[in-house]
């Protein structure tokens, strides 16, 4: 069995929560190498191999993006990514992340985008993260369904 010394020795700090949960942990690798073939730069991503983003400081608390890179347009427009899976849409403590995500966006003229699975045991994902984002008064750039 290991321990929680072993772990952090195979993977970077900062992305643990991640490479923890395997739902997530797939569709983010999924993410980081379509966003990686179509040739956007300075990927950084919490998956082991990748240089972790940088921590955005809140004034509740500070949280970690899931994945970040920059796109090949003449802005190199900022994308900052939130993998979100079924049980993840309805958690109370993703209000706050997700608000620090929304506000970092506009500080950095960032695009906001989320990820979710195509389909879960209770359905469609997206609709429900689009009602919560809705409520929260917080736009998404995008929504991937994958």
Known sequence: METNNEKEALFNPGCEPVVEDEERRR????????????????????????????????TIEDHRPDFTCRQSDSARTPIILEIVTPHMVD?????????LLASAAKLYNAELHFVVPKWAANGPVDP?????????????????TV
């Open 27 to 58: 569709l983010l690798w999924l993410m980081a190498e379509y966003f990686r073939t179509i040739g956007y730069t300075d990927i950084k991503a919490r998956l082991p191999g990748f240089m972790p983003p940088p921590i955005l400081s809140g």
């Open 91 to 99: 958690d109370p403590l993703a209000e706050n992340r997700w608000s």
């Open 128 to 144: 429900g993260l689009k009602r919560r984002l809705a409520r929260m008064e917080l736009t998404a750039n995008r929504v991937w």
